[in-house]
């Protein structure tokens, strides 16, 4: 199933004893609708605060269930802030995780003096002017496959966050900075995978590159050094948003 959800309402993805979120969520409609327990597996596990439009995950069930009463009574039991947009019978070697051969998020950012109510829980606002042009010069020195340990957050062992293991190697195949007026400037980027924490940690470092406070070279730098005391703070959860997963043709 693909599944969008408001990250802001739920205490991350995966389920953590004493505290909702879109996990326990899911699976808590699904025992009820099928009278037994399911396991779900994501696409990429979102912390808390992260949006989703294109979440996918997998899990087993009979075959006598029909998918489209399912999604059905899924969105009636979890909308509207966990919603089912589409599903599919798939092969049983399919792996919401491990099958996927890349991800892409969005990250977007109000730069206006001025607040927006309707952007407060889904972009980080900026009062100061940004320079759009040296963020997406930035932007350019992290394209291809580097490791990222500058901007990630060291796992724990078998910490499920990190998709490699321990490798904070990436292959980013997309990082565009868009300035799409009214104040509303946003990140798409795309890789293989993300180690966590990752895109955030990124922003919070392009901000900085945007307001002047270091120049866009520190960028190629800072993937060099591999330190992440050098880069910057991370961009707060809200403006992020998990938009699509891909997947191998036939899956």
Not at 47 to 72: S, T
């Amino acid at each position: 199933m693909t599944i969008a959800y408001k990250g802001d309402d739920y205490h991350g993805f995966a389920t953590n004893p004493g505290v909702e979120t879109v996990a326990s969520v899911i699976e808590g409609a699904l025992a009820q609708i099928l009278q037994e327990p399911i396991k779900i597996t994501p696409a990429g596990r979102t912390d808390a605060g992260v949006h989703a439009w294109g979440q996918v995950i997998g899990f087993d069930l009979p075959d006598r269930v029909n998918l489209e009463v399912l999604a059905k009574q899924l969105n009636a039991l979890c909308g509207p802030s966990v919603a089912v947009r589409e599903y599919a019978w798939t092969t049983p070697d399919f792996h919401a995780r491990y099958s996927a051969m890349w991800r892409a998020y969005r990250y977007t950012v109000l730069n206006s003096p001025v607040p927006n109510p309707f952007l407060v829980n889904t972009a980080w606002q900026i009062t100061t002017p940004l320079k759009i042009k040296s963020m997406q010069l930035a932007s350019d020195a992290i394209i291809g496959e580097h490791d990222f340990s500058a901007f990630c957050r060291k796992p724990k062992p078998a910490d499920e966050n990190d998709t490699f293991e321990h490798s904070m190697r990436r292959n980013v195949m997309k990082a565009e900075w868009r300035d799409l007026g009214d104040g509303i400037v946003r990140l798409e980027i795309k890789a293989n995978a993300f180690c966590h924490q990752m895109v955030r940690a990124l922003v919070g470092t392009f901000i900085d590159i945007g307001m002047g406070k270091r120049p866009p070279s520190d960028m190629r730098g800072l993937v060099v050094s591999g330190d992440r005391a050098q880069a910057s703070q991370v961009a707060p959860p809200h403006g992020l948003c998990l938009w699509e997963v891909g997947y191998p043709a036939g899956l």
